[in-house]
């Protein structure tokens, strides 16, 4: 099980905090930005950038992306969710603490923002969805977000759980997200995994709405803690699974005796990023 109190924060994110005096008491916080530092700095945004950022959630990209775009840049994050979603922090108080800070002129937060509903007469430089793609229930709606995004920025930078798990500590967290994607297929609700989308169905999408891929990568994140927590949630709705349809029952049995089996010793999966124009 990851320590926390033990990780190391590296000279980029050490700076970050000295910078911004943002998340200087929370030292999760503090894990989870310095990999949307790897992520952004992976992107390749340049400052003076303008980002619009979809599915910005609490904000743990958004301000690693205010950073690249600099003082000159700016970030429209948007979000489907109402302010008052989320937890520990609800989406309105984690960017409240955000808005006060530094980074606050350089980023527009809009929440219960449709994107199907959003509009720009000026151009962005670059369009990003980092984490949020297995929010969308089908791989049409996530080929119409690409498909409205092909018009409103000359670049889009993705970025997601890679379900190529490379080592044996890292498949608790690919069992748990197995499972809570079939959950979603039987029982509707609001959980952070609507549906699982495989790197190659990414590109294959992102083809379909006429962009050319340029760039794609790894970034590691087994340091992070969403491996533990999606393992953690998934055990908490196992007897719900009683009422799946019995065809399923040995797969998803399957898959809680194999994501148990890490007893404590777990790793998250990495990030991918595919970067295209």
């Given at each position: 099980m990851i320590n926390v109190k033990s990780f190391q924060l590296n000279e980029k994110t050490m700076s970050f905090l000295s910078k911004y005096q943002l998340f200087e008491d929370d030292l999760i916080q503090q894990v989870q930005l310095q990999h949307r530092l790897?992520?952004?700095?992976?992107?390749?945004?340049?400052?003076?950038?303008?980002?619009?950022e979809i599915g910005c959630g609490q904000g743990d990209?958004?301000?690693?992306?205010?950073?690249?775009?600099?003082?000159?840049?700016?970030?429209?994050?948007?979000?489907?969710?109402?302010?008052?979603?989320?937890?520990?922090?609800?989406?309105?108080?984690?960017?409240?603490?955000?808005?006060?800070?530094?980074?606050?002129?350089?980023?527009?937060?809009?929440?219960?923002?449709?994107?199907?509903?959003?509009?720009?007469t000026i151009p962005f430089d670059v369009a990003v969805l980092s984490h949020c793609s297995w929010y969308f229930k089908q791989p049409e709606d996530l080929l119409n977000y690409f498909k409205k995004i092909r018009g409103l920025a000359k670049h889009i930078c993705f970025a997601e759980w890679d379900l190529d798990f490379t080592c044996m500590t890292q498949r608790s967290h690919f069992c748990a997200v197995s499972i809570l994607a079939l959950y979603s297929n039987f029982v509707k609700n609001e959980g952070n995994i609507q549906n699982l989308f495989h790197k190659t169905q990414i590109h294959q999408l992102l083809q379909q709405a006429n962009f050319e891929v340029v760039k794609q990568c790894t970034v590691?994140?087994?340091?992070?803690?969403?491996?533990?927590?999606?393992?953690?949630?998934?055990?908490?709705?196992?007897?719900?699974?009683?009422?799946?349809?019995?065809?399923?029952?040995?797969?998803?049995?399957?898959?809680?005796?194999?994501?148990?089996?890490?007893?404590?010793?777990?790793?998250?999966?990495?990030?991918?990023?595919?970067?295209?124009?």
């Open positions: 790897e992520l952004v700095r992976a992107f390749g945004v340049q400052k003076g950038m303008r980002v619009l990209t958004t301000v690693a992306l205010a950073d690249a775009a600099g003082e000159n840049g700016c970030v429209v994050a948007i979000d489907i969710a109402s302010p008052d979603y989320g937890a520990p922090l609800t989406l309105g108080q984690a960017t409240e603490r955000i808005k006060k800070s530094p980074l606050g002129e350089r980023i527009d937060f809009h929440f219960e923002m449709d994107f199907d509903f959003f509009e720009s590691d994140a087994t340091s992070l803690q969403d491996g533990q927590w999606e393992k953690s949630y998934a055990n908490s709705i196992r007897a719900e699974f009683i009422k799946a349809p019995p065809m399923m029952q040995p797969l998803i049995t399957s898959y809680y005796e194999l994501m148990n089996t890490s007893n404590g010793n777990e790793h998250s999966l990495n990030s991918f990023i595919v970067c295209a124009k």
